[in-house]
């Protein structure tokens, strides 16, 4: 990339050339703290980082005699250049002047204000200008267009219906004047084109949607910061590329520029411009919007110049020719262009003189010749467009099947299958391509299915060790689901069929373990074994153990039955009832146990009854009178009470705490 | 907490916002609010006659003097000439960051009434190592000793295992803070977390999205006002619209649209912001996230893991909605916001808390075993020493710890969880490939854990060869060759060979990176094992007599 001239932008005299060191370095250390203030700005951060990146290089430069002196002299160089373009741009506008002869005072004055020169600049011009046009003859306007190479054709013509879009579509009527004008066939155009295509103009079109400003402005400052013109040009694709193709350049672009690993300008720049173009890319949609900005501002040019030819609201019939030149540089047919420039002067209130008789010449002119062309040239393209035609098909069939196939071996072999039976051409290269790309995939994919397979046997076989069988489970699992086609589905589907019976032998076991003395442990395992295995091979075995030991439960929760009844822990001895009769339910002993069991439901009721009324009796609070009349009424209400005995010593224990305190 | 062991504070030095935790005596990890009982302090430094601001005052006189105001200094770390002039003076990122660090430490010292001395210091897993020198210089001008830099990812991850169970799982940690991106993928296990890959873009932030705002704010100033002046050129009201921007951004969060009062040059514009139009500004910068994410993923499957349990979204920026809309339309999961502001200096605090305690561990274990360790043990050594010592002299020991720490005996226990991460650049020296061209030959890969060793051997190019200039090159490739122009150089050393030596002689390199990601660089020559050790040391880091002028400076300085 060419990079600004360290004098320019240091701001030191170039002529004569700045030689003081100390000058130098002072210029140095203030563009140094210029450029770190904008170093976070919105806007021009970018930019200012990049300078800032050329802060070693410009001390290496500047402060080197030698290298200096090589500077100074592209400085000079650049500057000419730089110069020279402003002057193209005037002498376009001084051209548009001098086709009625001369240029007013009031036109230099213009131009002065329109590029903000000194007037002594322009004149040097104008000057510079009458010498040419004494020498040079004044060329034909608007011949020409159907001669030359194919390739130059296919450039205007893009260029043609790039600037169409700025209405967001084009016409078959826009592509029919144009294979007439290049004599080339309306389907290659079509071919060529990914911009939408529609029958007519529609004069009542809303506004086409175009970027957002502040967006496109964005994109603009990053393409300007590494020289391109568009994002197709960033992309290095033609415009008529497909929205996959540019978002795939996009995603490399954007990996290469940070796997370049600096962190400068350029790089965020690149950054940058690929991730707009994954948002631009994104749809057609979205992508007609980018291409109808660009139309606008490719427009840009064309308004300038039809501004600098206004004078006091009149253009003359004399600038519109050259007007009209620049409209049709840009791409517009000869009939488009003049539309576009009345247009544009009907709507800023310009008039506009123009000579009807010239337009219709031109266009005349252009269809004979274009008619002559497609004899000659039609043929030949017809051809070859017909033969490749079908190979496209073709083509494109084979890989609407492997788009299909969800196999990729399945994908390889068809794309096999075609290469071996197609002659090279530019469809096999495609294709071999993708072969390789598959192959490739399989490879990868095969690999990471064996490092797969050895992670989760490596774990799986750790897990078999701690009898986990679950969690093993779990992990072949893992790897079924992420390799639905691995190589070793099937050796892992039958460690899954084996899983079931593994558990019922751990479980199993795991009874037996149990201290015999633990008994409401060992039937409580048992009977979790036989729900858990409904089909166990150990159910027999197992129901055999639980009727083993009836006998031995019994006494263990007569046993307990007892303690807790002392200590009147009535709900535990309902637990324990249960417990029994939960697992012996049939058994010569259950008759007994529910008896006991009504009982104990009998006293926790009671039990509660009487704790109930004493919350009561509580609750009215520390008088003594009323805490008794609760009870009293309890009494009165229920004379036969299973607790009424509890009750009138509760009303006792009151009446003797009363006669302490009195 | 006793005498002996010395607390250590977590901070995290973000490019927007800082702040400061520490891991209190119930052994949770919380973060210390500043003096305006702030819980983040903004990074944002004022140079106000003499005295030094930094924080939400700062940040408000930004749009008053705005050229005595460095904001998003984090971004110009390691950057060589980076400069901000104030009064004739010159200071570089790492003085204005230190700053930073000296006003949440003081206001921590208020707040808690202890004096602070050792730090941890984080920094995003994309830093180079030029980046993390800074980052380690920074604290020293400030005055600390810090103790060890710590990535972002790794140290949220800290913070994210500490609140969950023990299960294992694989996270991915996707961090956006104020300028930088990081996606990491992570897995935590019982005994230890274990960092696998990382990515990300050390230019893409919350900010990036502010400045989204502003220049479309500005182009709507010219469409309203139909001029077509640069507002922006003029320094009080571009700071005015990026302070708008930022709150405008948060409120879009809430709110669908939020009007926008833009003052220029004696006329008031007032624009109404929708959350559609914000999103549209903005939906490339989204879309460059998840790149990275699926790049960081493909890299993942190479090392053997292709899926993940849960995403979790840290760094302020992720609270904007559509960063979480849009992860979970790519990935089908529901990514969780996980403390978002304070789970770095949390996690960070944690890792300080674990480094003291295992330094409590280690003495008792010496001691008991009387075997001798050294003073500067890494981490990993020591964790090998536990793992080497009978398990009832490691309980008495942490028994001991527990006691005169006052935590818990779990905390002191899962101080030992062992954290590994990876590097995130590839490192290696600069060789001359067979065609004589210049190349670089990587001897350490990106996404390798740390620490990690490494020796290869090369050849002097020329009979009778004197010495041999070795370069050493940073880079983003995982490829064992890079293209020299692929890769930014961040040291060098000569060394010296006997005289007389033949062509094709050989010549040892040994690479060393240890845990924090710094890297120990020896060459040997074998005929007479001359060794020479290159230093890390590039003009991107302050250092020398500048270092100590900074450092001179900043204990001279009063910070509010
Ligand atoms: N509610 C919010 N909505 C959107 N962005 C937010 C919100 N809160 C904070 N942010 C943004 O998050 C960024 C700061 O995040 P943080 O995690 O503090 O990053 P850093 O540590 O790099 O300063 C800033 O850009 C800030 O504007």
């Not at chain 1, 799986?460 to 009898?467: C, I, P, R």
């Amino acid at each position: 990339m060419t990079q600004q001239n360290f004098f320019q932008l240091l701001n030191l005299s170039v002529d004569p050339p700045e030689e003081d060191a100390k000058i130098i370095k002072a210029a140095i250390k203030k563009k140094q703290t210029a450029w770190s203030r904008f170093r976070n700005h919105p806007t021009k951060g970018i930019q200012a980082k990049r300078f800032l990146d050329l802060i070693p290089e410009i001390r290496k430069v500047m402060l080197d005699p030698v290298l200096r002196k090589e500077e100074a002299r592209k400085a000079k160089r650049q500057q000419h250049v730089k110069d020279e373009l402003k002057a193209s741009e005037i002498d376009r506008h001084l051209a548009i002047y001098f086709t009625k002869g001369r240029v007013t005072d009031d036109e230099i004055k213009k131009l002065q204000t329109l590029h903000s020169v000194e007037v002594e600049t322009i004149l040097r011009r104008v000057i510079q200008k009458e010498k040419e046009l004494a020498s040079i003859p004044s060329s034909v306007p608007g011949t020409a267009k159907n001669s030359g190479t194919l390739e130059e054709k296919l450039v205007a013509i893009d260029k043609s219906l790039g600037i169409q879009m700025r209405k967001g579509y084009i016409t078959n009527e826009e592509i029919s004047s144009l294979a007439e004008t290049y004599s080339i066939s309306q389907d290659e155009i079509i071919n060529r084109t990914t911009y939408p295509v529609r029958e007519n103009n529609n004069p009542t079109d809303i506004e086409p949607k175009t970027i957002d400003k502040t967006i496109e402005k964005v994109i603009n400052r990053n393409l300007k910061l590494l020289e391109k013109s568009s994002l197709y040009e960033f992309l290095d694709l033609p415009v008529n590329s497909g929205l996959e193709s540019l978002k795939n350049r996009a995603e490399k672009l954007r990996a290469k520029a940070i796997a370049a690993g600096q962190k400068n300008a350029i790089v965020t720049a690149s950054a940058e411009l690929a991730g707009h173009c994954s948002t631009i890319f994104k749809s057609e949609k979205t992508r007609t919007a980018y291409d109808v900005s660009k139309a606008l501002a490719d427009l840009d040019a064309l308004n300038t110049d039809i501004a600098a030819a206004e004078m006091e609201g009149v253009i003359r019939a004399e600038y519109f020719e050259a007007l009209h030149k620049t409209a049709t540089e840009l791409g517009m047919g000869a009939d488009e262009a003049c539309s576009y420039i009345e247009a544009y002067c009907l709507d800023k209130n310009w008039v506009l003189k123009s000579k009807q008789k010239r337009r219709r010449q031109v266009r005349l002119y252009a269809t004979a010749a274009a008619s002559v062309f497609i004899v000659i040239a039609g043929t030949i393209l017809m051809f070859q467009m017909l033969k490749h035609n079908r190979l496209k098909n073709e083509y494109q069939s084979v890989l609407a099947h492997v788009k299909n196939q969800t196999q990729l071996e399945k994908k390889r072999d068809l794309l096999s299958a075609y290469l071996d039976t197609h002659d090279q051409g530019k469809f096999t290269d495609k294709a071999e391509k993708k072969f390789e790309r598959i192959q490739i995939k399989i490879k990868k994919r095969n690999a990471i299915d064996k490092r797969d397979y050895e992670k989760a046997l490596k774990q799986a076989t750790g897990f078999h060790e701690e009898k986990a069988y679950e969690k093993a489970g779990v992990i072949y699992k893992k790897y079924l689901k992420n390799h639905p086609q691995g190589h070793h589905v099937d050796a892992f589907k039958q460690k899954i069929a084996v899983i079931p019976g593994l558990i019922d032998d751990r479980d199993f076991q795991n009874l037996t373990l149990i201290s015999p003395q633990d008994f409401e442990k060992r039937i409580t395992a048992y009977n979790t074994y036989l729900t858990n295995h409904p089909e166990g091979k150990y159910r027999d075995q197992t129901e055999k153990m639980i009727s083993d030991m009836s006998r031995d439960y019994y006494r263990y929760i007569a046993r307990k039955i007892k303690i807790n009844e002392k200590e009147k822990n009535w709900e535990e001895c309902i637990r324990l009832c249960d417990s029994y009769l939960t697992f012996y339910k049939e058994s010569d002993r259950a008759v007994d146990i529910e008896g006991e069991r009504y009982f104990f439901q009998k006293q926790l009721d009671n039990s509660q009854l009487l704790e109930g009324l004493m919350q009561m009796a509580s609750r009215v609070g520390r008088n003594n009178v009323k805490a008794r009349q609760v009870y009293l009424d309890y009494l009165s209400a229920n004379p036969d009470s299973p607790i009424k005995y509890e009750v009138k010593r509760e009303i006792a224990k009151l009446d003797k705490r009363r006669s302490k305190y009195r | 907490m006793s005498e002996q062991a010395t607390k250590i504070f977590g901070i995290d030095l973000g490019t927007a916002y800082s702040s400061i935790a520490h891991v209190d005596e119930h052994g949770k990890a919380q973060v210390i609010p500043n003096s305006d009982n702030q819980r983040v302090t903004p990074s944002v430094v004022f140079f106000d006659e003499g005295e030094i601001v930094v924080g939400d005052v700062a940040k408000e006189n930004s749009k008053l003097y705005p050229n005595e105001v460095v904001s998003f200094v984090k971004r110009a770390m390691g950057e060589a000439d980076f400069a901000f002039e104030y009064n004739g003076e010159s200071f570089r990122a790492e003085e204005i960051s230190s700053y930073i660090i000296k006003k949440v430490v003081q206001d921590a010292e208020q707040a808690l009434n202890e004096k602070i001395t050792d730090i941890v210091i984080t920094c995003p897993a994309y830093f180079g190592i030029n980046e993390r020198e800074a980052t380690q210089k920074t604290g020293e001008i400030a005055g600390y000793n810090v103790r060890q830099i710590i990535n972002e990812p790794t140290a949220a991850a800290i913070a994210y295992g500490a609140t969950q169970s023990d299960d294992p799982r694989i996270v991915l940690v996707y961090d956006l803070g104020g300028g930088t991106f990081d996606i990491t993928m992570i897995e935590i296990l019982p005994d230890s977390i274990e960092v696998i890959c990382t990515g990300g873009d050390h230019n893409l932030g919350g900010k990036d999205w502010d400045d989204r705002i502003v220049a479309h704010l500005a182009q709507e100033f010219q469409n309203i006002t139909g001029t077509d002046m640069d507002i922006l050129e003029d320094a009080d009201t571009c700071q005015d619209l990026q302070i708008a921007a930022e709150k405008a951004k948060k409120i879009l969060g809430q709110r669908t649209k939020t009007p926008v009062v833009i003052t220029h040059g004696g006329e008031r514009v007032k624009v109404e912001l929708t959350r559609e139009k914000f999103e549209e500004l903005t939906e490339s910068l989204v879309e460059r996230t998840i790149a990275f994410t699926h790049e960081m993923l493909e890299k993942a499957k190479e090392k053997g893991y292709s899926i993940f349990d849960e995403i979790i979204l840290v760094g302020g920026a992720t609270r904007m909605p559509q960063i979480s809309s849009r992860i979970s339309k790519d990935f089908s999961v529901t990514p969780k916001i996980f403390d978002p502001d304070e789970a770095v200096a949390k996690g960070a605090a944690i890792y300080g808390s674990k480094l003291s305690l295992n330094d409590e561990l280690i003495k008792r274990i010496a001691k008991k075993t009387n075997i001798e360790i050294k003073e500067d043990s890494g981490v990993v050594e020591q964790a090998k020493v536990i793992e080497l010592t009978p398990k009832k002299i490691v309980d008495e020991a942490v028994q001991e710890v527990a006691q005169v720490t006052g935590y818990s005996l779990p905390a002191v226990e899962e101080s030992m969880r062992a954290i590994k991460d990876v590097t995130s650049k590839s490192f290696g020296v600069v060789v001359k490939n067979v065609g004589k061209q210049e190349e670089v030959y990587n001897l350490i890969q990106k996404n390798s854990h740390v620490p990690i060793d490494v020796t290869k051997q090369f050849f002097t190019g020329a009979e009778l060869q004197e010495t041999v200039l070795i370069r050493i090159m940073e880079n983003d490739v995982y490829d064992q060759v890079v293209p020299l122009n692929h890769a930014t150089e961040i040291g060098t050393a000569v060394l010296t060979l006997p005289p007389g030596l033949p062509k094709e002689s050989p010549v040892q390199i040994f690479f060393k990176m240890n845990v924090e990601g710094r890297l120990q660089i020896t060459a040997m020559e074998s005929t007479e094992s001359r060794t020479v050790e290159a230093a890390i040391k590039t003009r991107s880091v302050v250092q020398g007599e500048q270092l100590e002028e900074a450092k001179e400076r900043c204990q001279s300085l009063v910070v509010y």
